[in-house]
């Protein structure tokens, strides 16, 4: 696997805006990042990614870890293991151009469920059902937060954040543990995620002064519109 380097520092840039955005609304890192990774190297996806993300996850589930709401978060890591076992195999079956297909509609199905403002229970089996959702669509390409923030859109900026960090820091492992089940996690991904990492931490430390100035729902729309706009041209690319 060789990524070149110009294609890294851009991936570093794009996976900074979209931490800096995850950070202060709670999720939309990966739905921005990824199909832009789509575009520039498939080796981006999906386990270098993940890894790169794992110490933000963490910081926000401790920065505000008073707040989360660890019913919603064992249920979610509950639903995420047959969720990301369906995941696997498909990974392990699609090719490249199929992948950014795959990628396209997801996160256009997404972005669609977001703009509708789909309101869901807060019950334990929605939250479940959310993780199996979430579990298929991060370990096939690389998105687990939608699904989420939809079972958790109830809950207050400080309480969504901490739970969403605290859901993607246990359920990062479920999902690489199936990547490498699927063939697709090895020395070289492990590598390109960790050359990713600092920039997740610099969008997390940027987050800091901005929770309380940023609008937040100008900033999802924005999130939403860049995400659309990727997943077309990622989509356009497996077509054609």
């Not at 739970?163 to 690489?176: D, K, P, Q």
């Amino acid at each position: 696997m060789i990524v070149e380097t110009e294609i890294l520092v851009i991936a570093s840039l794009v996976l900074l805006g979209g931490m800096v955005v995850q950070s202060t609304i709670g999720f939309g890192g990966n739905l921005l990042a990824v199909p832009v990774f789509a575009v520039l190297d498939t080796d981006l996806l999906p386990a270098p990614i993940f890894i790169a993300t794992i110490a933000m996850s963490v910081a926000m589930a401790v920065r505000e870890h008073d707040d989360i709401q660890w019913t919603a978060v064992r249920s979610i890591a509950l639903g995420r293991i047959p969720g990301t076992v369906i995941g696997a195999i498909v990974l392990a079956s699609v090719s490249v151009e199929t992948m950014q297909i795959l990628i396209g509609i997801l996160i256009l199905l997404a972005v669609s469920l977001s703009l509708r403002g789909v309101s869901l229970p807060a019950t334990r089996r929605v939250f479940t059902a959310g993780g199996v959702v979430s579990g298929f669509t991060a370990t096939t390409a690389s998105i687990g937060g939608p699904p989420v923030a939809l079972t958790l859109q109830h809950l207050n900026g400080p309480a969504l954040r901490s739970t969403m960090g605290a859901s993607f820091t246990i359920s990062v492992f479920v999902t690489l543990a199936g990547v490498y089940a699927a063939g697709r996690l090895g020395f070289d991904e492990i590598l390109l995620g960790l050359a990713l990492m600092p920039a997740t931490i610099v969008g997390f430390l940027i987050s800091g002064p901005l929770r309380s100035r940023v609008n937040p729902a100008q900033l999802r729309a924005a999130v939403l519109v860049l995400s659309g706009s990727a997943a077309l041209v990622a989509l356009a690319r497996g077509v054609f």
